[in-house]
T-cell receptor, first 115, second 114 residues
């Protein structure tokens, strides 16, 4: 079955430290991978995507993600965390359906950055 | 402002009542979809549409109906509300059905069924 997993429910980091939010996937064919962020009482916002090309993808707010085909991972990273980065992060993967494709989402990881 | 607009933002229903969650986008997006978000379960796809007049079921379609009479609007109907439908509902749209351009999400509707 095609799926995406976020193994950590919560990640805690101190402000200024690097952060990593993990994501692994299982899909047939070449994966299209996405990261979204959700702030409290808001909808999801697109951060970045991997379609093809360079394995290191840069996105909004200083975030980046590294695609690793051998480990089927797409971890989200940031060199220096900010308190304002505290939010719920979702990894998503494109899967085929009757209409062509749809996005399926992981369960989400809460990132908490302390000052 | 361009984007996806969902109404209402909050709603409380009694078991058995029906209602329609509204979703409208002004970006001329072809693809629209409805997700529900439940704690610890992420987002699950309810229904989607690839254009006016074309809809199909997602992962959790039972108890919900949709229609797409125009490109802009994609309402979600709860036929007979049940407590299990208590959730936060998100509408999302995309320029293309393949997801290459990412999805634009509305701000959500928080529904409580008592």
């Amino acid at each position: 079955a095609q799926s995406v997993a976020q193994p950590e429910d919560q990640v805690n980091v101190a402000e200024g430290n690097p952060l990593t939010v993990k994501c692994t996937y299982s899909v047939s064919g070449n994966p299209y991978l996405f990261w979204y962020v959700q702030y409290p009482n808001r909808g999801l916002q697109f951060l970045l995507k991997y379609i093809t090309g360079d394995n290191l993808v840069k996105g909004s707010y200083g975030f980046e993600a590294e695609f690793n085909k051998s480990q089927t991972s797409f971890h989200l990273k940031k060199p220096s965390a900010l308190v304002s980065d505290s939010a719920l992060y979702f990894c998503a993967v494109r899967v085929p359906n009757q209409a062509g494709t749809a996005l399926i989402f992981g369960k989400g990881t809460t990132l908490s950055v302390s000052s | 402002n361009a984007g996806v607009t969902q109404t209402p933002k909050f709603q409380v229903l009694k078991t058995g009542q029906s209602m329609t969650l509204q979703c409208a986008q002004d970006m001329n997006h072809e693809y629209m979809s409805w997700y529900r978000q439940d704690p610890g379960m992420g987002l699950r796809l309810i229904h989607y549409s690839v254009g006016a007049g074309i809809t199909d079921q997602g992962e959790v379609p039972n108890g919900y109906n949709v229609s797409r009479s125009t490109t802009e609007d994609f309402p979600l109907r709860l036929l007979s509300a049940a407590p299990s439908q208590t959730s936060v509902y998100f509408c999302a749209s995309s320029y293309s059905r393949d997801g290459n351009y990412g999805y634009t999400f509305g701000s959500g509707t928080r529904l409580t069924v008592v």
